[in-house]
């Protein structure tokens, strides 16, 4: 199950077996989206697989996932979403209303966030071999001419910009399934981050240096990629970040660490320390981008290490995840 | 079950709930690709989500048939294949080497074919939720300019060329799952079709209408949606199309005919009929086409009926793939 989490389990799959296999070039660091130069445009493309568990959780649905997910991989590599495909994988025997309401999310979920269903295909398994729906997309994009996307360019004392308060979707989606005897009132942040993208290209978008939605794995298994590709240290104000008290309390609970749970609907951007307090004034001024804020900054420091330094003065490395402590959440 | 095997259940499906739902325009013909313009050029898009059981089978694998199905798409809506994404749905459990090796036919399949895989994505679910794996691929091709096809432009008249024999495919899964006390030397026919395509582009790329491959649901039924399409009635001569006698044997003891069993590296294609001689030459001229023949014409006939005329001048009426008589074929 560790392979399937977004951790370290998963980077040594992918570098280790899949990537050489099938011939992806591994000079390029292995980013959201793969660009492909047609005429005088430049296309994003990605795809992923969603097998979330539960079907439906509050705040949204596999369908709702699996569209804004491939929406923000081409959204944070610097492409503005236009088009997706998508498959089902369909267990026999899934409830008729269940299939209909998943089709209508993701009808919903691309109207929403302003990109096409091109088409797509089903398939049916047995009762038993598969468990009630899994969803791919594959989506399509335009690079973006206002952004110019690289952990190459990433330098001290550039800041570590956070759109919204983390954990909500890997928490909703543990209570959602009733293992533990817990209740919060909390929702998935899973929602189309191209709006705030957008908004900071127009205002700041040469001072963006990179960008990525920390989804499996969350802000500490990224922020790890991130300080590998770059070759500086990450410090993380632990105070700055926001987080719900809902899910501050279940991670206490459960011993997990906020900065491992998965996220949906927010992204982290590495820009100029100029421009930093105007990109958040941006994010900001757009609903539901209240909450953004600068949690950390680049550092001078060759080791590649991220530390979160807490309130109290004291400071402890986070790792990439290790392991997989909620598995099947997206 | 019969949802997911092409036929009139899939059509349904297709048509009445996830196509009006996530928006597809239905005024378009339910093609193999969807087409983007971007600058001058046209790309082709598809997808397709691979569940095939047994996941190996004599002359391929499910990563074999996860880059061909889908170069197959492209190709035949006359694009030349160019790039993949792959996606992986892994069961826990699945063996490590069985992984590898599929990993392996990814590459190498892609290799053959052509194209390469740009990126892609792996998630992991809990043993008996899945059944070893899934693998969903989406691919880009770019429009071939020697290539017009539409349903529209087929007229009575027009030859119905098919590239080799049929059936060996769907026959050859059945056999492998061993549930019959059957066995045949017999291999399946996935391979990329794009070479076949290219030189018939070359040699008389003007005269072809229409091609599509006879995937699930067979030529039986890829013939009745482009009757549909095209408004004329298809007569095929039973005796001109190629079958082996291990495929042909099979159908007599289980009650099913050729002409709905699955193929995975064959195409039909509509040409007109001045060329057909020469295309079906062209075919032939290249190793794997030798079998290629007119199987049929298209008839001045507006019921948009398929008929097959068996050799003692009996007819018979070929409708779409009802019910599921081979699940998980691809």
């Not at 071999?129 to 550039?158: H, I, N, W, Y």
């Not at 100029?272 to 981008?289: D, F, M, N, Q, Y």
Request: glycine fraction near 12%; aromatic fraction near 4%.
């Amino acid at each position: 199950m560790a392979h399937g989490a977004g951790g370290t389990a998963t980077r040594r799959l992918v570098e280790g077996l899949i990537a050489p296999s099938v011939g992806v070039p591994l000079d390029e660091p292995l980013g959201d989206a793969a660009f492909v130069h047609v005429g005088d445009e430049t296309l994003a493309l990605t795809a992923d697989s969603f097998v979330v568990r539960p079907l439906t959780f509050p705040g949204g649905s596999i369908g709702d996932l699996a569209v804004n997910g491939t929406v923000n991989d081409l959204a944070v590599s610097g492409a503005r979403p236009q088009a997706l495909l998508v498959t089902l994988i369909i267990e026999a025997g899934l409830d008729a209303e269940a299939l209909a309401a998943e089709v209508r999310a993701i009808g919903a979920a691309a109207s929403r966030a302003g990109v096409v269903v091109l088409g797509g295909d089903t398939k049916v398994v047995e009762r038993g071999k598969a468990d009630g729906l899994f969803v791919t997309t594959a989506g399509m994009g335009r690079r973006d001419p206002r952004l110019q996307l690289s952990a190459e360019t990433v330098c001290p004392g550039d800041r570590v910009i956070l759109s919204g308060p983390i954990g909500d979707h890997g928490i909703t989606i543990l209570l959602a399934r009733g293992d533990l005897d817990l209740a919060a009132d909390l929702r998935s942040d899973t929602r189309s981050v191209w709006p705030f993208i957008d908004a900071l290209a127009s205002n700041v978008g040469s001072s963006i240096r990179w960008m990525r939605d920390p989804t499996r794995g969350g802000v500490g298994t990224v922020l790890n990629e991130l300080a590998r590709e770059a070759g500086w240290s990450i410090a993380i104000d632990e105070e700055r970040v926001p987080l719900r008290d809902e899910v501050r309390g279940a991670c206490e609970l459960l011993g997990l660490d906020p900065l491992h749970i998965a996220n949906e609907g927010q992204f982290l951007a590495i820009v100029a320390p100029e421009a930093a307090e105007s990109a958040v004034e941006t994010l900001r001024s757009i609903p539901g981008g209240e909450q953004a804020a600068i949690v950390g900054e680049v550092r001078a420091d060759r080791t590649s290490l991220v530390t979160v330094e807490s309130g109290y003065g004291g400071s402890r490395i986070v790792d990439m995840l290790v392991g997989d402590p909620l598995p099947r959440i997206c």
